[in-house]
């Protein structure tokens, strides 16, 4: 008797699941799109990965450390540990350092430029314009610091580089005052 | 007896006001430049409208600009504008902004077309208004705010204030200008009472200003004398002296009971509060017909050798103030534009005196100053000492992590940056330098935040453009087989047909 | 200008009025007077007991300082540590063996307060604490609480007092029974529990004028002392108010249902460590609630369950326990009971 209704039980729940499990699909990976929206998108591929969201592809199916990414930083790091109860690790130094000197972007140096659309085609988000054998320029709003475009992809001795975006009042920050546990052996 | 209310927190500290002796006001000589920053108030820079090589006079409109929220520059003294050019401007970054650097010529001659007005009585309120963007005002109590943008209420305004409690310690601008120039003060406030009808208008100083006190009451009096009955009307109050009831949050709750509602202003409640200063600038404007140019600053603090008020240009190079006020020789002094509690710590002295420098203060700070902080014992002085009722504690700790949600659910930027918690702190952290840190990062998370999306955005419009763009060229190179195919079939049939036809021909 | 100063130094420009350690001296010599009477009434042991256990605290805590690296100077000064010793000292019963004190001495400094990551991070109040560690392993040795001089026609000097606590060792002619004598909430317990009622258990030697004999007089010397307290404003008046409010109302209702199992009020706020634990113990900063009504709801809980300890609970005095429990719900209340901010929207 006993063994009959347990049996029933287990039927009706397994069917009950797989209805559920049909009719309640998430399409997608919500946990892809969390991860995504975490990461600093400058797509830079500092990371291994050929952009931001093949890289959260790949922590979500765990095939990647969440220290992989240097713009993301260490707040970058804490911010993935704590979404995705993992252990917050130090950044793999292997992949470049935290960006301290704050956002850089690319110039074009007008003069040199010898328009091979080299830098237009590499931008993962399309802030280089210019055509064919004409001057190409970088929009500064949308450039994320990638580091793609400069040499050695740019055919040209000190035609792009890498700036530091202007410091005005609005983007100026203040230091991190001292705290107590400063002079403190690491 | 006006009734008063009291609000939270806030510190009785010692006010060296006497330091500066307020009943004397001196002047400079002309400086041999002045620098004009194009953005000396909130709101959009102004707009150059003249040139290198122009000659200019004292009181002519330099930059202006057409955005609502803005004011316009006038040259503070005559001379020829050497460059348009980026100079330090007087903040703690040491940023540099675009600056008109006229050289003067010592004449001082004001523009031919200002004239003084000798009936202002008969101005309507939108001339008057005009005229007072015009001139340049802003709000010289230190937030310069364009005043015109602030006197075009959209509802019914119960109380007008004016400001002269001047809390923080060491300053006396205002009280000085309160002891010389009274009249213009009380003209001034009868005019903003005809540009916003309110049903009270208040002058409100604090208790520890007798002389500004009874200079204002004297000056009413006068005035009702010489026939202006509606003086009367106005009410002036001696508030307690504590910090910060200048702040213009705290002032109306004082005076009025009510709070300006979080992230609103002070119309939403019905009240409008001007400085002082202000107020005797926007009488100059109508009576006088002249713009912004010079106002007083007070230099002053243990390392000035001959502390006063000053009445300086605009754009007067902040070394020559010092240097007039002498300054004595210390390795540790620091320059800091405005007072001790907000002030801000100049990177150097190369900077000009704007529109919202109220005060120089020559201190001595040590360099091992934020090496004696001790942990946060949870005391809790810093939420008691708070005029705002925020925990300085829990933001504390929220600013250390950077935790963005928490620090807004404790109203992070509703902080006025007062410095009260951290006077009070018995560990010494440098609670307000975390909050500013914190503001910052704040922002910057924002900005990041945007840019990130807005990347999101174009690398996937990117990615599907390349994938479109394939498939397009993959469509058309599947087209250009199967018409080589077509053609292919289309000759073999041509070919097979063509004997046929030959042979019957031939 | 000095280098790197403007780049990392906000304002204020102004000194700070105070500082760590002028708060910690305070609340010392805000002790001083409950102490001074509780030596007088009770013997020399209670200043051995402050002797040694102050004295071992600050060697853990030098030693402690010096493992993690901090700089011993600023920390070993603040005197944070000499206050836990007073507190746990006073905790323990007088004449105690010396292991005894070393070792919830040791527990208070190195366990519940550097472990925990030292000045402002400890969970719980350290002498507490380690007061809870010792009467839960060592119950006999922190039950043997003294008389009150007058009672007995013994008395040590100081150095017979060291001797005691190091030795165990007794003058000739004195009888240990003439030195002991159980506290008040002691001699309520222990007679309630075997079903007598307050009329029965009459009048003993181990009650005074108000309460506790001896005891009633110290609770009185740290009364003064917690008021000058908070004329100094080192406290806030919400948590000793809402603590003996707590006490006070629970006890008189305990009271007015049955006065035969529940001892007067006057007996519950004057005796143990009622007022001790009000002005000194609930209100050391580091635990305690911060926002006022937190205060409050803290100070309440904790007379409550004091009461309830008690009357109903395994110990006889309750506070310890009470401040250990409501100091968990600390973060809770603290989260809870923000003050509304100036202009907050009524949505």
Redesign the interface.
Known sequence: MAIFIISVLSLFFGIALGYFAIRFRVEGDPVVEQIDAVLPQTQCAQCGYPGCRPYAEAIAKEEAEINQCPPGGEDGIKALAELLGREVIPLNPENGSADEAGRMIAVINEETCIGCTKCVQVCPVDAIVGAAKHKHNVINEYCTGCELCIPPLCPVEECIQMQPIELTVSTWKWSQPSSCDEGRAA | MKKLWTFKGGLKLAGFKKLSKPSVVKSLPIPKRVILPLRQHIGEPAEPIVEAGEKVYKGQVIATSKSFISASVHASTSGTVIEIEKHNIPHQSGVSELCIVIETDGKDEWYPNIKPNLHPENLDVDEIRARIREAGIVGLGGAVFPSAAKLKPTRQIDTLIINGAECEPYITCDDALMQSCPDEIVQGVLLLRKLLNPIECIIAIEDNKPDAIESIRHSIEKLREQGQGSVTTINVIAVPTIFPTGGEKQLIKVLTGKEVPKEGLPYEVGIVCLNVGTTAAIRNAIYQGTPLVSRYVTVTGPLAKQPANYEVMIGTPIEDVIQAAGKVKADNCAVIMGGPMMGQLLPHSQSPVVKATNCILLEEIKPDINTNVMPCIRCGSCSSACPMNLLPQQLYWHAREKSFKKLEHYNLPDCIECGCCSVVCPSKIPLVHYFRFAKSEMKDHEISTKIAEQSRVRTQAREARLERMKREQEARKAKRKADRLKKKAAGKKATKQKPGKEALAG | ??D???????????P?????A??MRTVIYALVPGVLIYIALFGWGVLVNILIVTASALLFEWIMLLVR???VK?YLF?FSAIITAILLSLAIPPLAPWWLLVLGSFFSIVVAKHLYG????NTFNPAMAAYAVLLISFPLEMSMWTAPLSEGSHSLNIIESFEYSLFQVLPINMQYDALTSATVLDHIRTEVSTGKSFPEIGWSPAFGYLAGKGFEWVSLGFLLGGLWLLYKKII?WQIPTAVLTGLGVSSLLGYAVNPDIYANPLVHMLGGASILGAFFIATD????S??PLGRIIYGIGIGFLTFAIRSWGGYPDGMAFAVLLMGMMVPLL?YYT????????TR
């Open positions: 200008m000095p790197n100063i403007s780049a990392i130094t906000s304002s204020p420009f102004v700070s009025t105070d500082s760590v002028r708060v690296d901090r700089p600023v603040d030292g000045l402002g991070y806030s900063p580091v635990t305690a911060t926002t603290d923000a003050p509304k901010v100036y202009g907050a929207r």
